[in-house]
């Protein structure tokens, strides 16, 4: 009995956001679509990534808003996490949009196939399905969407029980009363955050000279550190992690400081040293599919260099991001059916779910100095912000970037409430061209946050309103 065989004219290896989003693309523009996961679809970001951790960062938000009912007038007698609900809650959520996901592949009548694939040339795919002789799909264009798997440094103890990753952190059975969290980065702290609002005294270890390194204008990290501290989280810089031993029911963490050896005691360790392309075991190397280091090579078209092959997503490196993923999915689902885009990753956000929250976009002021621009900065603080007052979330501040000469907007930088929503106008701004002129001449509805962007943009002219300036 021969195997099963399926005929394309894209079929696309790997279902999360770039490859699921690449597939629904394709099909929008007459493509016949072959879709190939070895897991549910979504991807890391639907399944083990940016969903659930948001489900918990909202739930965890509300938890801290619970517990300081008193400040709004209101009497909330008792605030506590109901751990199965949540974990509960979280599934569902999860479920339901992996669900709308298969529904609309389903719709646009693109074919489905779970299992585990191998390129065993430039137009055909070999899928092991656990039926003998696998699965094959032939193609006339492929897209290869693997994503990214975590990634795991070598460090002594890191193998230790007790010591998890972003993953297992999502599960929770038991609040830690003491947890170390190792990477500042962005997974880093969104975890921190969540579980010092369930009652854990965080330690956060970050090898780089500041959190969030790359993620954000380095004023904004430096801001975010500060109020982290303040509120009792222990974040340290600097902090290159040696080894982890277990001593009894302890799991001691050694990390060097300034030359300095320091142990910090815990009962849990999670891992957030970040993630690498998944580019093995898929037969890339026998075809000889040109790599950059760990990730596949691509053009501006994200052409790989093989004939009628594209790549996207975690898998090409760079920005790690969801969104940035499928943007990739549209551009190589266009190019792969007769179009000629190239990505611009000029307004590509990076929003950040801590507590208070973070998002950028475009040059960071480092940068754009670096380039040779000449700049002006302003900054507005959200204390002077009507809604933020109301919110009950005054700390944090918009940070905008601008070219000296023309006040064009280079950058966004945001701390404080709802910053990955307003970050929207920012991107906006940055793939516009937009100058603080723009900004400021758009009217902003009262009493909003989006009121602290357009003060901000009034201040690179020195003419902000609610704040006293110089």
Known sequence: MSAPHNKADVAVLGGGPGG??????AAQRGARVVLVEKERVGGTCLNVGCIPTKVLTLATELLVRAKRAGD??????????DLPALMAYKRKTVDQLVGGVEQLLKARKITLIKGAAQMIGPDALLVED????????????????????TATPPIPGSDLPGVVTSTKALEIETVPARLVVV?????????????????????VLEMTPTILPGATDEAIAKRLHLLLRRRGMDVRTGAVVQRIERIGETLRVFAETAGAETATDCERVLMTTGRWPNTQGMGFEKLHLRMNG???????HLATNLPNVWAVGDAIGGWMLAHKAMVDGRVAAENATGGQRQVDYRSVPNVIFTRPEVASVGLTEAQA???????????????????????????GVVRLIAEAGSSRILGVHLLGPHAPDLIAEGALAVQLGATAED???????HPTLPEAMLEAALGLSGHALHIQTR
């Not at 699921?20 to 693309?25: G, K, N, Q, R």
């Not at 799909?137 to 693997?146: D, G, M, T, V």
């Not at 760990?294 to 501006?300: G, K, L, P, S």
């Not at 700049?375 to 919110?391: D, E, M, T």
């Open 72 to 81: 709004f007038g209101l009497a909330i007698p008792q605030a506590a996490a």
């Open 369 to 395: 100095r670096a380039a040779g621009a000449e700049v002006k900065v302003s900054q507005f603080p959200f204390s002077a912000n009507p809604r933020a007052r109301i919110l009950g979330d005054p700390d």
């Open 294 to 300: 760990r990730a596949i090579a691509v053009d501006e």
């Open 20 to 25: 699921y989003v690449a597939a629904l693309a």
């Open 130 to 149: 656990g039926k003998e002789g696998g699965h094959e799909i032939s193609a006339q264009q492929i897209i290869l969407a693997p994503g990214s798997v």
């Open 439 to 445: 900004l400021a001449w758009t009217t902003h509805a």
């Open 183 to 203: 990477g500042g980065g962005v997974i880093g702290l969104e975890f921190a955050c969540i579980y010092e609002a369930l009652g854990s005294q965080v330690a």
